[in-house]
């Protein structure tokens, strides 16, 4: 068996956040160093620049784990959930060039390699105000790393989809060390209140967003348990549903197709009454779902073709809760009318 690799695609929407992210990151380092020039004329440039790409890798990580738990608040900050992983590299490369400048200054002079200096410079782990922080920004740095390189869909399909995750969710330990690596860095050299300051509104905002969109989702879920007790399952979310296609899904052996169209959803049986062809492969033309082998039709609310035609599928109860699509799995006799489940409009728009 052989892995296919399929190269990034660029699209324009992934220019354009590419764009904006790189322009950003400019700006930032530009204003960071002009203004650290005009109030810290002391400072070299060398460490202007290692607290620069420090604080800018920071402020990434902080915008990358505050997108999660936004989408899940609102739906309109999607289009930034899609290239989160663009963030992620450019965040990682930006840590890795803080990492390496700050090697270079403190740690290449000395008649050991930098990397083993980094780790036998000082070994006051027993101490608050002298620990060394700067391995927490190492074995940080790693995990940012491991991320940054198993992103692409590549890993995601070779490692599974579990494993994969887990490897990401490693990113809040990431932030954990990082937060302590500038606290007990802080503690060491001038102390920058303004620094704590924003790091302790970071750390507050990334805590709060995860807190609330927690609460939602518990909520959505309490729906769910109580629309499942009444027979409905839980089938996919509205966003895996391609506009005037279906999810075909097996429900207690039966095979069903959930249509998506025009801010509505309805499932049908999948089975074509011509020649039993596969209702959830086709598309919905002109209003009506039309059979990929021999263009039957049918409504997606009642299953019936259109008049003249007078053939029949049978329908099932959808319903909407949050963003996921639960149907029942009772089949209602061929051409019984039933209320579509409506999408929400912060829904409408979203799909993958
Ligand atoms: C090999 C890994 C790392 C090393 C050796 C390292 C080293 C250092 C050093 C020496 C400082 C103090 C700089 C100063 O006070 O002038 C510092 C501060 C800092 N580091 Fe790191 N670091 C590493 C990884 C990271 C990573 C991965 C991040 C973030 C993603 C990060 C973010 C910061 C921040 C925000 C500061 C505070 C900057 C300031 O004082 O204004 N570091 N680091
Ligand atoms: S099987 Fe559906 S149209 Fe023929």
Not at 43 to 58: D, M, N, Q, V, W
Not at 303 to 318: E, H, I, L, N, W
Request: aromatic share 8%.
């Amino acid at each position: 068996m052989s892995v296919q690799y399929q190269a990034i695609g660029w699209n324009r929407q992934k220019r354009i956040y590419d764009s904006i992210l790189a322009i950003g990151s400019a700006l930032y380092l530009a204003i960071f160093v002009g203004a650290g020039v005009v109030l810290y004329p002391t400072a070299t440039a060398e460490t202007l620049l290692i607290r620069g790409f420090g604080t800018l890798a920071l402020v990434l990580l902080h915008v990358i784990l505050c997108i999660g738990p936004l989408c899940r608040l609102d739906r309109r900050f999607l289009p930034l959930l899609y290239n989160r992983r663009h963030l992620g590299i450019a965040m990682f490369l930006m840590a890795l060039v803080h990492g390496v400048f700050s090697m270079i200054q403190f740690h290449a002079l000395g008649d050991v390699s930098p990397l083993v200096s980094l780790f036998v410079s000082n070994t006051r782990f027993d101490s608050l105000a002298n620990f060394p922080f700067q391995v927490l920004g190492f074995v940080a740095l790693l995990i940012l790393f491991l991320m940054a390189a198993t992103s692409h869909d590549f890993w995601l399909h070779n490692l599974s989809a579990p494993v994969w995750k887990r490897i990401h969710m490693m990113v809040y330990l990431a932030y954990g060390l990082l937060v302590a690596h500038v606290v007990l860095g802080a503690l060491q050299s001038d102390t920058n209140a303004a620094l704590a300051i924003l790091l302790g509104i970071g750390l507050c905002t990334v805590a709060l967003l995860h807190l609330l969109a927690g609460g939602k989702e518990r909520r959505i879920d309490r729906i769910v348990a109580a629309a499942e007790a009444e027979g409905f399952v839980e089938v996919c979310r509205v966003e895996h549903i391609a506009e005037k296609r279906a999810k075909i899904v097996s429900l207690q052996g039966e095979r069903v197709a959930v249509f998506r169209y025009e801010g509505k959803v309805s499932a049908v049986s999948n089975v074509c009454r011509h020649q039993n062809g596969p209702l959830g492969e086709g598309k919905i033309i002109d209003g009506c779902i039309t059979c990929p082998w021999h263009g039957y039709q049918y409504l997606p609310e009642s299953g019936a073709s259109p008049a003249p035609f007078t053939d029949k599928v049978a329908t099932f109860q959808t319903r909407i809760v949050g963003e996921k699509v639960l149907v029942h799995p009772s089949a209602h006799p061929p051409g019984t009318r039933l209320e579509p489940a409506v999408i929400q409009l912060a829904h409408a728009g979203a799909q993958r």
